[in-house]
């Protein structure tokens, strides 16, 4: 399969450069009797927008998505969904001293020495735009997952250095992590970040900062052994994604350094005092009993398969390549150069990564939940 | 496709059960021509091997593959490449009594959820004795990747919570990895984290740890944007062996909270003082200039495109999760039991580990230089 | 795989309904630096539209392509190339009388059995409408075939009952089949096919046909075994055009009644007099000799594998299902119905089908000739 | 996907050379818990063996298979079949002529200009021996197809310019079909084809003949539009066994000279007098009424996606092209030269196909009702 295509049963293929006429997204293999309209998309495009408060790009489009085909009457008709979003904003202008140089940090110089040649106005399709198309596929495995009752939540859970409490901790918020334009689940900490980021723009720098993800409601056993296991499906989705530089699952690297005897977690009946249950219990197979965990170390999988106890991840988010102080580069003719970079740029990455991260989860789980369906006669 | 096949063009599919009659791979898609023996397969094969040294398991087999079709005369014949090793130490009475109880820790619970019913043998397929068939197919990989002088070598870079020197540290050594049971690149390192995990075999416990990897050789370029991109399809690799945690490429988490003026690797020409050359440069397309880079914080890979420069990541292993401590599971019937694990088990995975994130490593190789011909015209 | 993409590297992803927004392709896999324009893509549409001459459908509609992707300064980027194709010209009320009955001859049953429901206005996605995507991307892997000095042609070999003379005919005058609405390279023939299918217009009914197509330019060994064989691959993707009910290679079914010693083609050097020659022949391996063959029963492939001498292959259409006369069939509700059906349709298929078959042929020849840069060292 | 793998879900991978140490396949994607034992397989090769009676080859193997993999206390596993059969009886100094010459009508040259080189002992992995991996992938489709109710079966429908009657004659005989050499379902076409088959053999020539097949019990619906239909999927996999030229389904080819008035079959009530019925109705969606045809020329299929009604095909088979006449043919050095084929072979390859041709139907058939359990919410 060519690079632009992801999953098996439920697959996604995008399309589109950043400054060329569209973006967009051809969704295959959803089910037909799906309720989907343009809402369910747009609602997760206005998501992906810049949310302004010092982290975001001033760049401003609508990003109305337009549904194609495979719906009719409200419903998917099991035919692929296409999606088209058009490029208003485009000020191609901005880009062109950055023709014949290569941006540190990002994709320009392996892109050339791969392609031959690239279209270089705002990055092309190594752009953060090319995201677009990932988090309107995304919406509609989305509105899948809301059938089966699975729930996928990220937020920026570090940013410039400052820390979020995370799901265990009391001062941990859901509902504000959509209420500041950082996305950060704890009002104190996005205050603290906001300022961090602040100083780091000013001085013409930019920040890295984690997107932790937790997925509520999935019946034990998802993933395809062997190279199709959950956590594997994942963090493929997930470094795919550009300045993704890292992922962990559960206790994650932490683990590396810790004993069986503490990072194992036990099992018990279902309903033990301050055990963390496995969701979907109902749906098990004859003579397998439901299961609770004492902890939930392995965030949510053993062996590549969901325990249906929460699945926990986090993602590390390199700073924004693109800085206004200066860098050493070359040019295309070879020759050493200093390059600063100008334009519609976010600072930290993390806000507008949250809904892309939700989105490439989405359709890991969309289609192991189709491929699922086969597990047994 | 189905979850035990990997890769698009070069790909390895792989079968087996811990105690079924055998295990092993077909690889399909190897150029024709491609000088290829058993030795070639069977050494890797012993690199996969318990080590000895207090962290490996005591089942001793001999795991003499065979080549069953595909080469003629030494070399490939562009047709399937079957290896098959058999299964000759099966001591299944030592598994006898979890046939009936879940360990923690392990896939044997979300197994039978999915299922409906399990091989409890070792653990049937989502035993560590599954790896065979991928180093036995990572074998094949190495032999392509030399032909292109790519290199691919891993280690042991903690264990037991003891961290070895790195590549950048003058102690690092690369000869001691292999001379160590641990394949720690440095022996004092190594010797003091044999002593950390006698002790916690001693208690009854196991470890955890990492393992490194650099790949040195490729050209720049390689990696299919955007769904296949070179650190997303090594991430999937990764987080798809048996107890990895987690994974990071160049600086990885700490970029998370660095800032772009020291994340960005800075462009030079070739042959700048104190620079890392972009490998394979000989190959750019035309006016297409060398480069190298200040240096290789990327981890040489920028945009999910390799640079030229040594791709470095560290992957995360938790413990071993069978321990001879006490732990609190269920039986088939969902009753509360109490569980020892006995029987011939690694206490930390690492070791044995390093050939198998080898061989995963090598099949992405293989897989993207062969897609990677048809980049341009 | 979900069922609208099409090849492994060079793929090819369509959508769209008859009557919905839009229809349109994703090709992905193309090679960088490959000179496209809408104008390649707009003259194959062209060929698509009706033509008049008594066979074609009466609805008109400028289908104009819009390439909203992966193409810069008239160059391909190696990325997606995505096009679009509105639709204007829906007269879905045409269709209100059909919502609650099923077509014989038509997807209309077996799709609602599948789905669940369907859009039925003109089909929907089973509508011959679709394969204007399949169009679209044909002509971007025709630009490809360009390349490489290869060239795909069909025509409308039988109309009506009235069979054209084949390429070792004399009066098989190429240039002709793109003269006459129904593109029989035959002047004569075609007026006599013409007259046959505007009798069965009158009458109510509709007529079938053949496409042959040929393809020369070739290089030997073009093909996967076992599973992917260049004839295989033409089967599988002439069959997945509506209304194909057969297809037979070189001497095809009449080889079942032959003997080998008339249906081998013996093989001589190049050069030979009346020998067909092996394209491709310069690009042949060390120490493999060129040849030539006495005859070309075989249709250009022995074993799955091109030979170099022109590939020949016919494919059977059934009549166009849509026909005025009564037909038994059932409401929704069950009930038995007489049907005729009115609105806009073709009366034969074939010099509709003629670049459509052409398209199908041309993806998976630059699909297959990417895929073939691995077949050696 | 490489060339040897088949299917998307329900996948098969085979390998093996004719002369090489052994073949198999290795089946991925069966769901777990189906009954599986080594005589399911075991019966199927039987089938495959040379039956004598004057069509078949020489070659005497046992041809037993070994299940490595995927079955444990009789029930498959969930995880992937592998199935090994030895080769035994190879007499390569047989072949040891033909090192540096290549066969008319066979793949020797085309194998050449491919990979550089070939084994050219029976044909390497050309050989008909080929098939044995996939036959016994197809035995394990079988068994999952008997599960639904799903027959396959496939008869040869003419051989050596004998036609046999088909399943709408009286003399049809299905039980007759297994029990002749040559697998034609009717005794006095079986002799006469014998007789003519024994005539082409005593002048050192060899026959063609067509195999059809019918399958019966699939629930409507089947197929994935557009590329992956049921007429596409059943061709494409037609088309990759050796030898064959051609496929129809339903009235095939006859339907191209046909109108839409006699090709259309008209859709009853379920129960109507004298119609066709449409299988599995009992799994039709809410809302969806059941059907039946007043007949079958479609062969079960309307738009890629089964009726219900019976699926219907024909392939059409060359005379195996391993003749002892005289033919023409170049050395390796590029010599002309003359060649007549010794060693074991078969003079029609049709009775051989029949199970060949059955496990190929059985793995698109097992594939595509997987998938099909996603085709609606």
Redesign the interface.
């Known amino acids: ?11 996604a ?5 950043s400054h ?5 997204c ?1 969704v ?2 959803c ?4 309720p989907l309209d343009q809402e369910d998309i747009e609602r997760e495009l206005r998501r992906r927008r810049p949310g302004g408060g010092g982290a975001g790009t001033t760049r401003r489009e609508a990003d109305t998505p ?5 719906v ?2 409200g ?1 998917t ?6 999606v ?1 979003v058009r490029n208003t904003s485009q000020k191609s202008a901005d880009y062109e001293n950055l023709k014949d140089t ?1 941006r ?4 320009d ?11 270089h106005r705002g990055g ?3 752009s953060g735009r ?1 995201t677009l198309g ?1 988090v309107a596929a995304g919406a509609v495995a989305k509105a899948l997952l809301r ?1 089966y009752n699975v729930s996928v939540f990220a937020w920026t859970s ?1 940013a410039g ?1 400052i820390h979020a409490p995370g799901p265990g901790d009391p001062r941990f918020d859901r509902a504000e992590a959509e209420n500041n334009p950082l996305r950060i689940p704890h009002g104190e900490s996005a205050a603290r970040a906001a300022e961090a980021i602040a100083a ?1 723009r000013e001085s ?7 997107v932790s993800c937790m997925i509520e409601g999935l ?11 959950l ?10 994604i ?1 300045a ?10 932490s ?7 503490d ?7 279902p309903g033990t005092d301050g055990s963390v249950p ?1 969701a979907g219990g109902s749906g ?8 609770a965990f ?1 902890s939930n170390r ?2 949510g999988i ?7 106890a929460p699945v926990e991840f986090t993602v ?8 206004s ?1 200066p ?10 150069a200093d390059i600063a970079v100008g334009g519609r740029h976010d600072v930290c990455v993390c806000p507008r990564a949250v809904p892309v991260v939700e989105a490439m989860a989405a359709l890991v789980l969309a289609d192991l939940i ?8």
Chains 1, 2, 3, 4 share one sequence.
Do not use: C
């Open positions: 399969m060519a690079g632009n295509t992801f999953g098996t049963l439920f697959t293929t995008t399309f589109g450069e060329g006429p569209a973006l967009g051809v295959d293999g089910p037909a009797g799906l337009e549904i194609l085909s495979g009719y009457g419903k008709l099991g035919t692929p969904i296409a088209l290569y540190p940090g990002h994709a110089w392996p892109w050339e020495a791969k392609y031959g040649f690239r279209d092309g399709r190594s090319e990932r059938q570090s250095g780091l013409g720098d930019s920040a890295g900062g984690t019946s034990p056993g998802l993933g395809m052994p062997v190279f199709g296991k956590d594997g499906l994942l963090a493929g989705a997930m470094l795919s550009g993704a530089k890292g992922i962990e699952f559960g206790a994650g690297f683990a590396a350094s810790g004993k069986g005897s990072q194992n977690d036990g099992i018990v009946p496995a098990l197979p004859p003579d397998v009993p439901g299961a004492i392995a965030g053993l062996g590549g398969l969901s325990t249906g590390a988010f390199k700073p924004i390549p693109s800085i102080l860098q050493k580069t070359i040019t295309r003719g070879g020759a050493p189709l491929i699922s369906r086969s597990d047994r006669l």
